[in-house]
T-cell receptor, first 116, second 114 residues
Framework: EAQVTQNPRYLITVTGKKLTVTCSQN?????MSWYRQDPGLGLRQIYY???????DKGDVPEGYKVSRKEKRNFPLILESPSPNQTSLYFC???????????????FGNGTRLTVT | AQSVTQPDIHITVSEGASLELRCNYS??????LFWYVQSPGQGLQLLLK??????LVQGIKGFEAEFKRSQSSFNLRKPSVHWSDAAEYFC????????????FGTGTQLKVEL
């Protein structure tokens, strides 16, 4: 089954304790991205990757890191989490090319992070 | 920069009634437009998309949307709502040369009364 898998689904941590949220897709998609979802703000892009070893900042990258060492994986790293990073996080993937950006995103089921 | 506005935060309709969710975008060239649905505890599922051509597009679950360039709108419609349609709906826009980035609206929460 084609899917984007995120882990964990729920995570509670304390300020400053480094954490990683994993994301893996089995569709051979070049493009992967992380979004955070906050009430009243919709989804905002954190980082994205057009292919292996190619990553770039989205709209709200502060406090986050990513890496893309393999095509299928795109982990999100919070080196020193703070309470304002409490949010619902989504990983997404899609093909690159075709209509130059019109490929729909496939989303994971989300990771709810609470930082106390 | 492109932006998306969903003016209705919450909408309540009765089961069997028709539905229209509004979406307006701001972008100079022809955008790529999407509607996604998010059920509680789930990720976002693609309902339909518009790239070019026919301005009325059909999607899954009986939804359709119409692209109106003159109004910069891409409203989502369904003739008869089912209780299982209760969810949050997001409109999103992408554009040529924007990579695969989508800009999302803030969402519309749909409640269905039985």
């Amino acid at each position: 089954e084609a899917q984007v898998t995120q882990n964990p689904r729920y995570l509670i941590t304390v300020t400053g304790k480094k954490l990683t949220v994993t994301c893996s897709q089995n569709m051979n998609h070049e493009y992967m991205s992380w979004y955070r979802q906050d009430p009243g703000l919709g989804l905002r892009q954190i980082y994205y990757s057009m292919n292996v070893e190619v990553t770039d900042k989205g709209d709200v990258p502060e406090g986050y890191k990513v890496s893309r060492k393999e095509k299928r994986n795109f982990p999100l790293i919070l080196e020193s989490p703070s309470p304002n990073q409490t949010s619902l996080y989504f990983c997404a993937s899609s093909l690159v090319g075709g209509q130059g950006g019109g490929s729909p995103l496939h989303f994971g089921n989300g990771t709810r992070l609470t930082v106390t | 920069a492109q932006s998306v506005t969903q003016p209705d935060i919450h909408i309540t309709v009765s089961e069997g009634a028709s539905l229209e969710l509004r979406c307006n975008y701001s972008y100079g060239a022809t955008p790529y437009l999407f509607w996604y649905v998010q059920s509680p505890g789930q990720g976002l599922q693609l309902l339909l998309k518009y790239f070019s051509g026919d301005t009325l597009v059909q999607g899954i679950k009986g939804f359709e949307a119409e692209f109106k360039r003159s109004q910069s709108s891409f409203n989502l419609r369904k003739p008869s709502v089912h209780w299982s349609d209760a969810a949050e709906y997001f409109c999103a826009v992408g554009y040529t040369g924007g990579g695969n980035k989508l800009t999302f609206g803030t969402g519309t929460q749909l409640k269905v009364e039985l």
